[in-house]
């Protein structure tokens, strides 16, 4: 084993790397790809050839313990890119790695093993079996692994309580909110206890006020849970709320990647400019591209703190009975401050450089 490899024989490095990702669909993709590379457009190889460009040379690097968002408008390849990291579809060409093994050079066998036992995925329509309990559509991805009953079902009900539908282990799907279905979704997908998360749309048909519950309730469990989370939106808020890092697709290809922040303040294009002119700007910028650093000013000790990754939405409320916001690190030390006037001059500037 090498220096580059782990305990368990797998690569360090990203829990996902696609590397020049294309779905091309249609009878003779081969031949659509070669005008593809030639420079032609997914509308020219459409017209040319009547096939579809769903991908066109994504490449990405998902760290462990990440929500990376993919979004982009109806048609823009997002749902087809995550499909491709469990094989549901296959590429027209490109690499995908997963934990420093390809999965394209997986046999069936590899492959079974490798959704069933490291990798979960929730769905947007819920995806749940009409006709089993709650508790047995949860416990269904460990019964199909071969965990015998009575585990399962103790595995089921744990993470039945974990998002908050104790009570309803014997009710069946019809008898659920749309909100609370999508709650045992996501409880299916925790009970397989996978590193990896794949989450597709996963709460745009619920309403505001469940979907946005619903995002919290996904960052309270990340904080314990540190799982690895690929999750698909058209949302621009949704994927600022929840998203470390972002990917924007149009027509199949990447447009910009970076951090919240870094793509609502310095959109690398019209197309996103266009997502970014209308979004909250408070939940993308964080303190800590803000904040007065120790050292910089007064540093005396704040009596509010928030860490360094709070937003600026999260902080916002707290200045209506302190002047000072303290910034604290991992270790809680604290790093910095920010005022209500430096708040308010970032959002009026868009600028992540104001002091």
């Known amino acids: 084993m090498s220096a580059a490899d782990g305990a368990d024989g797998r690569m360090d490095g990203p829990a996902i790397a696609l590397r020049g990702v294309t779905k091309i669909f249609g009878p003779d993709p081969q031949a659509a790809l070669a005008l593809l590379r030639a ?12 096939h579809v460009v769903g ?17 982009g408008l109806s048609g823009s390849g997002k749902s087809t890119l995550i499909r491709h990291v469990n094989r549901l579809i296959d590429p027209t060409a490109g690499e995908i790695v997963v934990d420093g093994e390809e999965v394209l050079k997986m ?9 069933r036992t490291r990798i979960a995925m929730v769905f947007q329509r819920f995806g749940l079996l009409p006709h089993r309990s709650v508790l047995d559509n949860v ?8 965990v015998p009953r009575a585990r399962r079902l103790e595995v089921a009900a744990h993470w ?15 008898q659920l909110s749309g909100g609370q279905q999508q709650r045992v979704g996501l409880a299916r997908a925790l009970a397989m206890d996978t590193d990896i998360l794949l989450m597709d749309e996963a709460f745009s048909a619920l309403d505001p006020l469940i979907r946005s519950g619903l995002q919290d309730q996904l960052l309270e469990l990340q904080a314990a849970l540190n799982k690895t989370i690929l999750f698909i939106t058209h949302d621009f808020d949704e994927a600022l709320k929840i998203g470390n890092r972002i990917a924007v697709l149009k027509d199949g290809a990447v447009q910009q990647v970076g951090r919240p922040e870094e793509i609502v303040l310095n959109p690398a294009n019209a197309h996103i400019e266009e997502f970014v002119r209308d979004v909250n700007k408070a939940r993308a910028i964080h303190v800590r591209t803000i904040m007065e650093r120790a050292g910089e000013g007064e ?3 704040c009596a509010m703190t928030v860490p360094a990754d709070a937003r600026c939405e999260d902080v916002l ?19 910095g401050r920010v005022s209500a006037r430096q708040v308010i001059k970032a959002l009026a500037r868009y600028s992540p450089d104001v002091p």
Not at 39 to 50: D, P
Not at 59 to 71: A, E, P, W
Not at 107 to 115: D, E, W
């Open 317 to 335: 409320p707290h200045f209506a009975q302190h002047q000072w916001v303290g910034v604290v690190d991992a270790e809680g030390r604290q790093v």
């Open 139 to 146: 416990a269904y991805g460990l019964e199909v692994r071969g």
């Open 55 to 71: 991908l066109d040379d994504v490449s990405l690097d998902i760290d462990k313990g990440q929500i990376f968002v993919v979004m």
């Open 299 to 301: 540093a005396e000790a």
């Open 39 to 50: 420079g032609r457009s997914k509308a020219e190889v459409q017209a040319e050839t009547g």
């Open 107 to 115: 046999s069936l066998a590899q492959l079974r093993t490798f959704r």
């Open 160 to 174: 039945i309580g974990t998002v908050g539908l104790s009570g309803y282990e014997r009710s069946r799907p019809r």
